[in-house]
């Protein structure tokens, strides 16, 4: 059983027991979150309910495990004959779930 949701403004294609990396959550580790709009589901394979835009009556819940920071990218600004040079690094934050029961 699969189903795609979105969460943090991407779409993200799930089955039951996935660890997923998604974008950074405000809830504590040990809670459960349920995503409602459900977007595509299927039961093995054999029957796919396709939402218009969401697949009415159907969640996904979700366990968080873990926050935490991405790895450190570089952005380097440079601009020649001017002596300007700047450079800056970003870690994104992120949550990280267990994809729990598919209903």
């Not at 993200?12 to 040990?30: A, M, P, Y």
């Not at 970003?90 to 990280?96: A, G, L, N, S, V």
């Amino acid at each position: 059983m699969y189903a795609v949701i979105t969460c943090g403004g991407k779409q993200h294609l799930v089955t039951e027991g996935q660890t997923l990396s998604v974008e950074k959550i405000d809830l504590k580790e040990g809670e459960v979150i349920t995503f409602e709009p459900m977007l595509v589901a299927s039961d093995d394979g054999a029957s796919v309910k396709v939402g218009t835009p969401i697949v009415t009556g159907g969640k996904v819940t979700a366990k968080i495990v873990e926050h935490g920071r991405g790895e450190k990218i570089s952005v380097i600004k440079y601009k020649p004959k001017v002596r300007y040079r700047r450079n800056v690094g970003h870690r994104q934050p992120f949550t990280k779930i267990v994809i729990e029961t598919i209903a």
